[in-house]
T-cell receptor
Framework: DGGITQSPKYLFRKEGQNVTLSCEQN?????MYWYRQDPGQGLRLIYY???????QKGDIAEGYSVSREKKESFPLTVTSAQKNPTAFYLC???????????FGPGTRLTVL | QQQVKQSPQSLIVQKGGISIINCAYE??????FPWYQQFPGKGPALLIA?????SEKKEGRFTISFNKSAKQFSLHIMDSQPGDSATYFC???????????FGTGTRLKVLA
């Protein structure tokens, strides 16, 4: 069964802590993305990766970090430097630049 | 110039009616325009997409109309059903890049 999995579904974090969100895909896609979604807003790009061991900052990368050591995995770390981290985080992947992006089910992060 | 402006922000339609959501863009380099449907707590799912070489694309009850000269595109949902109640996002991208620009979303409610 091909697709994108994100874990956990819900995540709670205390202020000042780093937290890592998992994203795995078995679609053999080259490109992967992380978006942030806030109520009433569109999706904003945090980071994207076109190939293993390479990634670029999106529009709102401050306070986030990523790695791409394997083609199928693209974890996102929300650091304590992110001032307002409570949001719904979405991972996506696509096979090539002009191809459709497919989304995972999302992780809702709440900072207590 | 990188923005995609989406309207309306919310929409209420009677069952069986037509739902219309509009998007406008400025960047004439955009050449791929997908629409996504998102249910609460879920990731967006691709609904239908169009390229600027056609003026209309239909898939079941969903139709995209594209007006290249006006730099506008719209989603029409015919015979709207309560199960269509969701948030709809338009997006645009440029060939050769992985970057999607998303609209801010339209929350559709179809009354039974």
């Amino acid at each position: 069964d091909g697709g994108i999995t994100q874990s956990p579904k819900y995540l709670f974090r205390k202020e000042g802590q780093n937290v890592t969100l998992s994203c795995e895909q078995n679609l053999n896609h080259d490109a992967m993305y992380w978006y942030r979604q806030d109520p009433g807003q569109g999706l904003r790009l945090i980071y994207y990766s076109q190939i293993v061991n390479d990634f670029q900052k999106g529009d709102i990368a401050e306070g986030y970090s990523v790695s791409r050591e394997k083609k199928e995995s693209f974890p996102l770390t929300v650091t304590s430097a992110q001032k307002n981290p409570t949001a719904f985080y979405l991972c996506a992947s696509s096979s090539r630049p002009e191809a459709t992006q497919y989304f995972g089910p999302g992780t809702r992060l709440t900072v207590l | 110039q990188q923005q995609v402006k989406q309207s309306p922000q919310s929409l209420i339609v009677q069952k069986g009616g037509i739902s219309i959501i509009n998007c406008a863009y400025e960047n004439t380099a955009f050449d791929y325009f997908p629409w996504y449907q998102q249910f609460p707590g879920k990731g967006p799912a691709l609904l239908i997409a169009i390229r600027p070489d056609v003026s209309e694309k239909k898939e079941g009850r969903f139709t995209i109309s594209f007006n290249k000269s006006a730099k506008q595109f719209s989603l029409h949902i015919m015979d709207s059903q309560p199960g269509d109640s969701a948030t709809y996002f338009c997006a645009a991208s440029t060939g050769g890049t992985y970057k999607y620009i998303f609209g801010t979303g339209t929350r559709l409610k179809v009354l039974a």
